[in-house]
């Protein structure tokens, strides 16, 4: 059974920080691991998708990377900025049809002003 | 082209009442997936549909829940005879083909609160 894990559980850091969010899965059969954004009260918004194949992803100032043999995944947020607190979700995509997510717990990210 | 909808945002019900949560995908989007959030935890996958068929129902209780996705209309959660465990956020999720190289885009949720 496919657990994920996500460490720290919550995270504060001063503005203009570089910060690396940890997740960790124990079955490296995967298609995909997905890093989400959930505001407090809102759904969520999918920040990077990287596919079993790829190595990392990149989108401004997210980097996520992908180690499928040691079943670990990071997300390396730079410059941090206030607008960027709210909880961050890993997700794996199980290798069976249908993609459907398992995730982890999240890690509560603050940055202060 | 506007997300994915869920309604109602919140709704709350009295113990035994029933609960239905709609979901409407991203336009052009024929595969819906349902999630939960218990306080304090993380999501947790309820069940898969395409339009009028159910492809994995393996994470929903067996009893009081169930969920389609008819050839017209949103997909509907159904929770009868609610229990205070039931209160969580629900989260529905569209994607095109139901493929690994697909993303999933959520729906806002919907916040069950049962008294």
């Known amino acids: 059974k496919q657990e994920v894990t996500q460490i720290p559980a919550a995270l504060s850091v001063p503005e203009g920080e570089n910060l690396v969010l940890n997740c960790s899965f124990t079955d490296s059969a995967i298609y995909n691991l997905q890093w989400f954004r959930q505001d407090p009260g809102k759904g969520l918004t999918s920040l990077l998708l990287i596919q079993s194949s790829q190595r990392e992803q990149t989108s401004g100032r997210l980097n996520a990377s992908l180690d499928k043999s040691s079943g670990r995944s990071t997300l390396y947020i730079a410059a941090s900025q206030p607008g960027d607190s709210a909880t961050y979700l890993c997700a794996v995509g199980p290798m069976e049809y249908g993609n459907k997510l398992v995730f982890g717990a999240g890690t509560i990210l603050r940055v202060k002003s | 082209n506007a997300g994915v909808m869920q309604n109602p945002r919140h709704l709350v019900r009295r113990r035994g009442q029933e609960a239905r949560l709609r979901c409407s995908p991203m336009?052009?989007?024929?595969?819906v997936y349902w999630y939960r959030q218990l306080p304090e935890e993380g999501l947790k996958f309820m069940v898969y549909?395409?339009?009028?068929?159910?492809?994995?129902e393996s994470g929903m209780p067996k009893e009081r829940f169930s969920a389609e996705f008819p050839k017209e209309g949103p997909s509907i959660l159904r929770i009868q005879q609610v229990v205070r465990g039931d209160s969580a956020a629900y989260f529905c999720?569209?994607?095109?083909?139901?493929?690994?190289?697909?993303?999933?885009?959520f729906g806002p949720g919907t916040r069950l609160t049962v008294l």
């Open positions: 999720a569209s994607s095109p083909w139901g493929a690994s190289t697909d993303t999933q885009y």
């Open positions: 336009k052009g989007h024929s595969h």
């Open positions: 549909l395409q339009k009028e068929n159910i492809i994995d």
